[in-house]
């Protein structure tokens, strides 16, 4: 059984793997560089190559939304049946409804 690498170990072994793999000059250098990291890292082996290939780039990573409350949530979701019709109007008149979507809506939102 193999134990796992912390991140930093990891990222260290990519920056040394991915400058070898890219002074590689043979695809046959490449592979057996790419096993090596794929075995000392547990990569999945594309996702791997990815890595030595974009090891210089700076990723940015994205903030996450916050989670929202009920309340956002609820005022969110609170449409009256008319302004439902209203928005829907131009929508029915080409699917040929003959009845108001609005009865309706709130059970699927």
């Not at 990891?10 to 560089?33: D, G, N, P, V």
């Not at 210089?56 to 949530?73: F, H, L, N, Y």
């Not at 449409?79 to 609005?102: E, K, N, V, W, Y």
Request: glycine share 2%; no cysteine.
């Amino acid at each position: 059984m193999r134990k796992e690498l912390d991140l930093m170990t990891r990222k260290k072994l990519t920056q040394i793997y991915a400058r070898r793999y890219r002074t590689a000059r043979s695809k046959k250098e490449k592979t057996m560089i790419l096993d090596e990291f794929v075995n000392l890292t547990g990569y999945n082996r594309s996702y791997a190559s990815w890595l030595l290939r974009h090891a210089r780039r700076k990723m940015r990573i994205r903030a996450r939304r916050p989670a929202e409350s009920d309340q956002t949530r609820d005022r969110r979701l609170r449409i009256s049946r008319a302004t439902i019709d209203r928005l829907l109007s131009g929508s029915r008149r080409l699917m040929r409804l003959r009845s108001r979507p609005a009865p309706v809506l709130p059970h699927f939102v």
